[in-house]
Nanobody
Framework: QVQLVESGGGLVQPGGSLRLSCAAS????????MGWYRQAPGKQRELVAH???????NYADSVKGRFTISRDNAKNTVYLQMNSLKPEDTAVYYC???????????????WGQGTQVTVSS
């Protein structure tokens, strides 16, 4: 029904950059917020960045100054520009979207399939 398609992951060297994108489609009445989470092997999934439809943004402390989240509300798409990548950034990155299918329904979370980001020499 609601699909989140992620792209942009890959293998980069330390100090390199990647740009992730996530496009939401399907039966969506409105999107309240979109964000990026990541999960490294053996670790809990953690918030990376989050942006509301109104443009309010927050970042994890570990990525502040290096990552930038942005969105195109008209395209239901969120981006994550990742610069100065570190080996510690290696993880599967998941797109998250909080949506209302209909105006009378509550917000529901949807998740992308995940995209692998590997930072290694």
């Amino acid at each position: 029904q609601v699909q989140l398609v992620e792209s942009g992951g890959g293998l980069v060297q330390p100090g390199g950059s990647l740009r992730l994108s996530c496009a939401a489609s399907g039966s969506i009445f409105s999107i309240n917020a979109m964000g990026w989470y990541r999960q490294a092997p053996g670790k809990q999934r953690e918030l990376v960045a989050h942006i509301t439809s109104g443009g309010i943004i927050n970042y994890a402390d570990s990525v502040k100054g290096r990552f930038t989240i942005s969105r195109d509300n008209a395209k239901n798409t969120v981006y994550l520009q990742m610069n100065s990548l570190k080996p510690e950034d290696t993880a599967v990155y998941y797109c998250n979207c909080k949506v209302k299918i209909k105006i009378v329904t509550p917000l529901v979370d949807y998740w992308g399939q995940g995209t692998q980001v590997t930072v290694s020499s």
